[in-house]
């Protein structure tokens, strides 16, 4: 009888306690939901105005937690790899601020002059706005002091210009402003004062920079077999295998994605391979051969040390080993993508080798 007691007694304190947890849950729920923490960026756009193409520029906004809860920021990306971003702390209580810390730097463009917007992405907890965009604009001009005033080139420089590519963005370099193109234009005018014929200067123009600076791909064929047929047999010859891959879907949040391609010396003598260069900040790339392995390359190929270089004997292979961070570019990069990669080597007929792969970034 008695312990029939303890038992029911006990059984409506359990009950009691069991009610008291679940309230007190629901509590913390519905708290947790009103308590959460809100990004704002101040201010949320702005503009570089004009900065010379000789050096970074940099500019501190305010991450501030306008919420009431606390606000962890999960990671920074930008949509350029001439943008930079990042943030002293990583975690803000209700009312805090933090320093996001932006770098513009022209040269990743090879000092290419005009007008560019470029958009900083923040992600954090904040459940309305779980990726906050900043967006700036700048006007590159030339910082050169000093620089000659532009002149009117020949018809005939002109129209050689139209028939040759800038690497930078691949209008045809009368076309575009930057210094890439400007050396390329150079090379055009000097050959064509000197008395050089048109078949001259496409030559010229090959061994300088290779097939990708022809805008026709039959032109490109033409001048390379008549190159190819004036150059010794005992050369150096760059083979990449292969030249081209698909990725196919790639999920943004799978982590950093390594593509490698086989480097080969197919030719006679020694190959020495001088530099990489890829065309976007959410890819590097590096050389591993049996000497070792290169310093890692972007989109900057004056990051790397000016003196360095490897050499491939005759037959002998390594690796181009690429990352890809499909997350680089936040939202921003989901969809179709193609990315490559330059080889400069001493190989006469293939001075610059293009290397690229491709796929889709999905959620």
């Known amino acids: 009888?008695?312990?029939?007691?303890?038992?029911?007694?006990?059984?409506?304190?359990?009950?009691?306690?069991?009610?008291?947890?679940?309230?007190?849950?629901?509590?913390?729920?519905?708290?947790?939901?009103?308590?959460?923490?809100?990004?704002?960026?101040?201010?949320?756009?702005?503009?570089?105005?004009?900065?010379?193409?000789?050096?970074?520029?940099?500019?501190?906004?305010?991450?501030?937690?306008?919420?009431?809860?606390?606000?962890?920021?999960?990671?920074?990306?930008t949509s350029c790899g001439c943008t930079t971003a990042e943030t002293d702390k990583p975690r803000l209580k209700p009312g805090e601020t933090t320093d996001l810390k932006i770098t513009f730097d022209p040269r990743t463009h090879g000092g290419e002059t005009g007008q560019f917007l470029r958009q900083v992405y923040v992600r954090s907890t904040d459940p309305d706005t779980p990726e906050a965009t900043l967006t700036f604009r700048v006007t590159v001009v030339d910082g050169k002091a000093g620089a000659p005033p532009a002149v009117a080139v020949s018809e005939e420089v002109q129209a050689l210009y139209q028939e040759l590519l800038c690497p930078c963005c691949g209008q045809d370099i009368g076309s575009c402003t930057c210094n890439l193109a400007a050396e390329r234009q150079g090379l055009v005018e000097r050959l064509v004062a000197t008395g050089h014929s048109r078949e001259q200067v496409y030559e010229a123009v090959f061994r300088a920079y290779g097939s990708p600076i022809f805008a026709d791909p039959q032109l490109a064929a033409r001048v390379r077999a008549k190159v190819a047929a004036s150059l010794p047999s005992e050369r150096p010859q760059l083979v990449v295998i292969p030249q081209e891959q698909d990725l196919g879907a790639v999920p943004i949040g799978g982590g950093p994605i390594v593509v490698t391609f086989t480097v080969r010396n197919e030719g006679r003598s020694d190959l020495h391979i001088t530099g990489l260069q890829t065309n976007c900040g959410c890819t590097t790339a590096l050389l591993r051969t049996a000497q070792g392995r290169s310093p890692v390359f972007g989109t900057d190929p004056r990051a790397a040390p000016e003196t360095w270089s490897a050499v491939l004997r005759p037959g002998e292979e390594g690796e181009v080993v690429v990352t890809f961070d499909p997350s680089f570019h936040g939202a921003e990069g989901l969809g179709s993508f193609k990315r490559s990669v330059l080889l400069f080597s001493d190989d006469p007929l293939d001075p610059q080798m293009e290397v690229s792969f491709q796929g889709e970034v999905v959620p």
């Open 1 to 77: 009888m008695w312990t029939g007691r303890m038992r029911f007694a006990r059984a409506v304190r359990l009950g009691l306690l069991g009610l008291a947890v679940a309230a007190s849950l629901a509590g913390l729920s519905g708290c947790a939901g009103r308590a959460a923490g809100k990004i704002a960026l101040e201010p949320q756009e702005f503009d570089f105005g004009e900065v010379p193409n000789t050096e970074p520029v940099h500019r501190v906004v305010q991450v501030r937690n306008v919420g009431e809860g606390w606000l962890e920021i999960t990671g920074i990306s």
